[in-house]
């Protein structure tokens, strides 16, 4: 007998509204993290180029400075 009432408790009108919402409470958390997700991966793109550069101008000067020393 509460087996049948529970089943008809879940199923009923009122709990598939619930369901419903919540369903959609999620979705909606879903969008606000993939947005903050896709804003780190842009900065992470932004902030590894720029780390490249650093690296290659840094490469550049110590090869001038080699080049001066072997000059020497």
């Known amino acids: ?28 958390a879903k969008d606000c993290i993939m947005k903050t997700a896709t804003t780190v991966q842009e900065n992470f793109g932004d902030i590894y180029a720029g780390a490249k550069e650093i690296n290659r101008e840094r490469e550049m000067s110590e090869e001038t400075v080699e080049e001066v020393n072997i000059e020497l």
């Open 1 to 28: 007998m509460f087996g049948t009432a529970g089943i008809k408790i879940l199923s009923s009108k009122d709990a598939k509204k619930f369901y419903t919402n919540c369903t959609a409470a999620v979705l909606r």
